[in-house]
């Protein structure tokens, strides 16, 4: 089996339909966005999420992902050190490979290809309630878009109305190439929801398409599987889609080792 055969394999399903609707948001990645991603635990939302920085990295190379969570226990001094902390690994990767284009400049002559400068920060620009953190995003992210993905949302009442009346709706009136995904159930989304027209419900998968999937797959193994395995696998997965992926590489390891 051959690389392309295994990666076909190994994409989760039934997902298409949602994936459209980011897909449209992540092509205008010059604009702010933000895509709220609900549904009961054990749906699928975090390989979802895998799933968008993946189409995201197709549609543009040059997209930074940068991954957080916020828990119960999350505050606003720890979100600005975790969001500081990513964007400036982001900085240093984008200064490294700046510095590398002038050397291949130095070294090529004065038709290489080298990454552009920073772009200019204008008083326009300036926010009104995140005037400590916003510039970090502003100054650090250059002029490649950044998918923020926060997964797992579920933050304290103190928390939740700053991210919600400050940060993200501050994101949204600038001008930065910011797209923020979040995951989590619906009642703690309930809020950001209502800033947004991006809202996507993650629900149980195709029982169709997962029976089909195995199917497709044991014809891959050297014992394929039964009518009867094929049907108790569907079953699992249709009610724990988050199990897809993890099932699917299990069962071909034996392939992938040779």
């Known amino acids: 089996m051959n690389t392309d055969d295994l990666e076909k394999l190994y994409q989760p399903i039934g997902r298409m339909k949602e994936l459209k609707k980011v897909q449209s948001v992540l092509a205008e990645h010059n604009k702010p966005a933000l895509v709220v991603v609900m549904g009961k635990e054990g749906?699928?939302?975090?390989?979802?999420?895998?799933?968008?920085?993946?189409?995201?990295?197709?549609?543009?190379?040059?997209?930074?992902?940068?991954?957080?969570?916020?828990?119960?226990?999350?505050?606003?001094?720890?979100?600005?050190?975790?969001?500081?902390?990513?964007l400036e690994e982001i900085e240093k990767?984008?200064?490294?490979?700046?510095?590398?284009?002038?050397?291949?400049?130095?070294i090529l002559g004065p038709n290489a290809t080298v990454r552009s400068e920073p772009?200019?920060?204008?008083?326009?620009?300036?926010?009104?309630?995140?005037?400590?953190l916003l510039p970090i995003v502003r100054e650090l992210l250059h002029k490649s878009p950044l998918l923020m993905q926060i997964d797992g949302y579920q933050p304290n009442a103190s928390f939740s109305?700053?991210?919600?009346?400050?940060?993200?709706?501050?994101?949204?009136?600038?001008k930065?190439?910011?797209i923020v995904t979040i995951?989590?159930?619906?009642?703690?989304?309930?809020?950001?929801?209502?800033?947004?027209?991006?809202?996507?419900?993650?629900?149980?998968?195709?029982?169709?398409?997962?029976?089909?999937?195995?199917?497709?797959?044991?014809?891959h193994l050297k014992l394929p599987l039964d009518e009867?395995?094929?049907?108790?696998?569907?079953?699992e997965i249709v009610k724990k889609p988050y199990l897809f992926d993890p099932l699917t590489r299990t069962l071909l390891m034996p392939v992938t080792a040779k």
Request: charged share 25%; glycine share 2%; no cysteine.
């Open 228 to 235: 009867k395995e094929v049907q108790v696998y569907t079953d």
């Open 43 to 86: 749906m699928g939302k975090t390989t979802f999420l895998n799933m968008v920085a993946k189409l995201a990295s197709q549609i543009n190379a040059n997209m930074h992902v940068l991954s957080l969570s916020i828990s119960l226990d999350m505050n606003r001094n720890v979100f600005e050190q975790t969001l500081r902390q990513q």
């Open 161 to 174: 109305s700053w991210f919600t009346s400050g940060f993200i709706p501050d994101i949204l009136k600038s």
């Open 176 to 178: 930065l190439s910011v």
């Open 93 to 106: 990767s984008e200064k490294e490979l700046s510095f590398s284009g002038q050397i291949d400049q130095e």
């Open 183 to 219: 995951t989590g159930r619906s009642r703690a989304l309930t809020s950001l929801a209502k800033l947004t027209d991006y809202k996507i419900s993650i629900k149980e998968l195709s029982r169709a398409e997962v029976k089909q999937h195995f199917k497709r797959l044991s014809r």
């Open 119 to 132: 772009r200019v920060i204008t008083k326009t620009e300036e926010f009104s309630s995140n005037e400590n």
